[in-house]
């Protein structure tokens, strides 16, 4: 089974839908109109609200929606197997994503770049808009913390990473200022800016390998709480900022590399056609997927139905891009015909940007695409699966060889015995970070003068019980430690240096292709913090200047420093605190059922301003069937997940949290449909009245 006809295939049905599908949708269902002014022009500030040419501003809302979710997603549903996940991207996408997007992109341009909040407190009633906030501000704090929890696993530890997108944000500055305060906007600024950021977002690539074997390298090995605290301070800043000086140039920026990422990674799907290695559907049980035969504990937890679906995501379709639709995008919209390409196209964009993703991943030999997406635990001492040492005696080895950090990893006091260890178990990814002299000592084929545990052979993942297939060589070309790096983002950028690298000329430069993969996948989620807690502070103060009107203005500098950090600091907490394997599900379910609410509230406005109220389904339809599958799904995860986690100490107050916030969002979206199926009664009995 090969990747060539599954590309071909999605190519077709994208552009197919995107010559017909949104056509009837943007001139029949929506009646889309020039001649309506936009709030780009009616109440062009300077800051939240600035007429943006299409082809920039299609580069923002591009970037701003594709964050880690089509990336990570369809990554982490394949351990489903490769069919549920491709079939449910390329259906959704069409039927259901792309259509959200639109509908709720024209429905904040018409209603001066409200949020979906105020739009749901419009159309549907002051109940339902107090509801729908307290629900949005939830999901869009759970949303930035699964999606930041991705790119903090992916660049911990990895100084090459951290220096690439670290570079980002002063090129995206220095665009920003040129394009706005020298050129003055200008098009010619834009392209001179365009074309300098993008080379030197190359160069930084190229150069990160010199940066990583430096001494400044040591000093960009950052933990992920560190890397968690830069980014909160990142997303702070540019939500603070202007939109034209860091945002939007930094969008931009990302967008091309991105687009031509895409580009190029479709193009080697089709010249290297890889072979599909991951069964079209595997077979799950309890916390374990079956793969011809062999058993590997799951990625995520729950059955093919409905969690395929909350796990994807943003893939098919994605509740956080109606917060980008009503929040930073309709208030640079030029003429409303823009709605078109920027809504319904940069979804389609997005759908196929999870199809390359899904056939990258499933390209990997299945033992290694589960040895890196999960983390299981090893016996210091081996039993009958393994374990990191022979006995108890042959602990001993590691007395005089042992960091501080290695101590502390054994949890073990100064002076302690490493021999008092054994009783112990470890994540493998503890493991791999132990000291390569502590591995050596123990016999394992770790090179003690090297920094990564990056030279472990089969046997040595044999001794820890792990099965592996080509990991190994993997590991050792990309100069990095791939095993046990949950969440996604390593597998695939494993995934796509492998078709890359086997493109003429290049398979002696996997390890740059890896390191640019990396970058690209955490440029898309960057984007995401900077605009996701941009709306978070929308939406905030919206909700605020219900009670202060002073807050409620989102150019009053305290409010919008105010608003902002109590944002930052709800997403932090979660990824501080969480895991992919819990974070990631409630992700899923509090995206979709953001979505839900907003074709509910499209829904609402189909039926009230198009010409036939059968236009309605083509939002009813998704809605129908995205509401039922993340209701169960929400419902199992709190019986099945978050409620048995506060049975156990350690997992305790995370398990409250899981609970309360996802047991709060379910009741939240129910009272939203329940009032919404009312008012879409009450307005058929109009229409059948006029």
């Known amino acids: 089974m090969h990747a060539l006809w599954f590309m071909i295939l999605a190519l077709a049905v994208l552009a197919i839908a995107y010559r017909y599908y949104s056509a009837f949708l943007a001139a029949r269902v929506l009646a889309l109109d020039d001649a309506r002014r936009t709030p780009a022009h009616e109440r062009n500030d ?25 990336l990570v997603g369809p990554v982490l549903a394949a351990q489903f197997g490769f069919l549920p996940g491709y079939s449910w991207i390329l259906i959704g ?163 091309y590399m991105k687009i031509g990422t895409i580009a190029l990674l479709v193009l080697g799907i089709v010249l290297v056609n890889p072979v599909i290695e991951m069964p079209l559907v595997n077979a799950v049980g309890a916390g374990t997927i079956a793969v011809d035969g062999e ?52 979804m389609l964009m997005e759908g196929l940007v999870g199809i390359t993703a899904l056939l990258a991943a499933t390209a990997l030999p299945p033992a290694d695409y589960f040895a890196i997406n999960t983390d299981p635990k090893i016996a210091v001492v081996a039993d009958a699966k393994g374990g990191l040492a022979p006995s108890q005696a042959a602990l001993a080895a590691l007395d005089p060889v042992m960091t501080a950090d290695d101590r502390k990893r054994l949890g073990l006091a100064e002076g302690q015995s490493a021999t008092a260890a054994a009783n112990k178990t470890l994540k493998l990814s503890e493991v791999l970070r132990l000291s390569n002299g502590s591995l050596a000592a123990l016999g394992y084929h770790a090179d003690p003068g090297s920094v990564h545990a990056s030279e472990l052979s089969a046997a040595d993942f044999t001794r820890l019980g792990v099965k592996v297939e080509d990991l190994p060589t993997l590991a050792e070309a990309t100069d990095e430690v791939i095993a046990a790096r949950t969440g996604g983002a390593v597998s695939l950028a494993v995934g796509m240096a492998r078709v890359f690298s086997g493109l003429p000329g290049m398979r002696t430069l996997l390890d740059y292709w890896y390191h640019f993969a990396i970058m690209f996948e955490a440029l898309f989620v960057l984007t995401t913090i900077d605009t996701g807690t941009r709306v978070g502070r929308f ?36 990824i501080l605190t969480g895991s992919v394997a819990t974070i ?107």
């Open 584 to 690: 990631w599900p409630m992700f899923g379910i509090a995206n979709q059922l953001l979505a839900s609410v907003a074709l509910a509230v499209g829904t609402t406005i189909v039926l009230k301003e198009s010409p036939r109220p059968v236009y309605a389904w083509v939002t009813l339809g998704p809605l129908l069937f995205v509401g039922t599958t993340t209701l169960t799904a929400g419902f199992r995860s709190l019986v099945e997940v978050y409620v048995p986690m506060t049975r156990d100490a350690a997992t305790a107050t995370m398990g409250y949290v899981n609970t309360l916030v996802t047991g709060t969002l379910l009741a939240c979206v129910v009272a939203i449909l329940v009032m919404s199926a009312r008012k879409w009664r009450e307005l058929l009995r109009l229409r059948a009245a006029a």
């Open 46 to 70: 300077g800051q939240n609200y600035h007429p943006t040419s299409r082809w920039v501003l299609f580069g923002h809302h591009f970037a701003a929606i594709t964050g880690a979710g089509p």
């Open 295 to 346: 058993v590997f504990p799951a990625v995520v937890r729950g059955s093919l139905f409905p969690f395929v679906f909350i796990t994807i995501a943003c893939g098919a379709i994605s509740g956080f891009h109606a917060l980008i639709a009503s929040g930073t995008t309709p208030k640079m919209i030029d003429k409303e015909s823009d709605c078109r390409p920027i809504g319904y196209g940069a």
């Open 539 to 574: 939406l905030l103060q919206e909700f605020l200047g219900r009670f202060n009107e002073r807050l409620g203005d989102p150019s009053w500098l305290p409010g919008a420093v105010l608003s902002s950090l109590v944002i930052v600091a709800g997403w932090s907490y979660f």
């Open 93 to 255: 996408v069409v039927l259901g994503g792309a259509v959200h997007d639109l509908v709720m992109l024209t429905a904040s341009v018409r209603r001066g770049g409200r949020s979906l909040a105020e739009i749901a407190r419009e159309e549907l009633g002051p109940g339902v808009g107090v509801v729908a906030g307290v629900a949005i501000l939830f999901i869009v704090v759970i949303a930035l913390a699964g999606l930041g929890r991705v790119v903090v696993g992916a660049l911990a530890e990895s100084a090459w990473g951290v220096f690439t997108i670290g570079a980002s944000i002063p090129i995206a500055l220095a665009m920003g200022l040129y394009i706005y305060m020298v050129r003055r906007g200008s098009a010619q600024g834009v392209r001179e800016a365009t074309a300098v950021g993008v080379l030197l977002l190359l160069l930084c690539v190229v150069f990160g390998k010199q940066v990583q074997d430096s001494s400044l390298g040591q000093l960009l090995q950052l933990s992920e709480t560190t890397i968690t605290l830069l980014i909160a301070a990142y997303g702070f800043v540019a939500s603070v900022l202007p939109v034209w000086m860091l945002l939007c140039p930094r969008d931009y920026l990302s967008s």
